[in-house]
C-alpha cells in the first residue's frame, strides 16, 4: 500500500475508486466516502489542479484486438551521457509502436513496451526504427506470449 504524503484517507479512496473506474458516477463516490456531492466533486478537482491525477484514460482488452504483438526490449546506448539519454526518448516518444519506456539501472540503460500488429510489423519497426537509431547499441527482446496479471492501479492508504 502506498501513502501520499499530504493526501487524508477520503482522498485517497477517492483516487482508488478513480482509478479502478475514472468514469464512475459522483454519486456513487460520494456516497462511498460518506461525503455529499459538491464536496466530492470539490475534492475530486482539488486532487486534478494539485497535480495528483495525470490523466483519465480507456484500457483496451488485449484479448479482443486479434493480431497484437507485444514485446519488451531492453536497449543498452553506445553513449551514457545525459545529453544521449534525452535525445534518445525524444525521438522514443515519436514511434506510435513505443507504449512505454523507462529509463532503468543495470546492463541496459532502457525498458520499451512495444505493440505493432503482427511480427512482420515488429520486424519492420526493429530494424527500420530502433535500430536505424545511430545511439542504440545492445538489445534484448522478449514476446509476450499471454498476460496474466495487469494493473494499472497504486493501491493508497
Do not use: W
Not at 482508488?16 to 466516502?33: G, R, S, T, V
Amino acid at each position: 500500500m502506498f501513502k501520499i504524503q499530504g493526501l487524508d484517507s477520503i482522498n485517497n479512496e477517492i483516487l482508488n475508486a478513480l482509478q479502478i473506474n475514472a468514469e464512475m458516477p459522483l454519486k456513487q463516490i460520494a456516497h462511498k466516502i460518506h461525503k455529499s456531492e459538491s464536496a466530492t466533486h470539490e475534492r475530486i478537482k482539488s486532487l486534478k489542479k494539485g497535480g495528483f491525477v495525470k490523466a483519465s484514460v480507456l484500457l483496451l482488452d488485449y484479448t479482443k484486438l486479434h493480431m497484437i504483438q507485444v514485446a519488451n526490449i531492453l536497449v543498452k546506448l553506445i553513449d551514457h551521457s545525459p545529453f544521449a539519454a534525452s535525445k534518445f526518448c525524444r525521438e522514443i516518444d515519436t514511434f506510435d509502436e513505443v507504449m512505454e519506456c523507462s529509463q532503468i539501472t543495470g546492463y541496459y540503460d532502457f525498458h520499451l513496451k512495444v505493440a505493432t500488429t503482427c511480427s512482420g510489423a515488429f520486424y519492420t519497426f526493429f530494424e527500420t526504427k530502433l535500430k536505424a537509431m545511430a545511439i542504440v547499441g545492445e538489445t534484448l527482446t522478449t514476446c509476450v506470449l499471454a498476460e496474466h496479471k495487469h494493473e494499472t492501479a497504486l493501491k493508497l492508504s
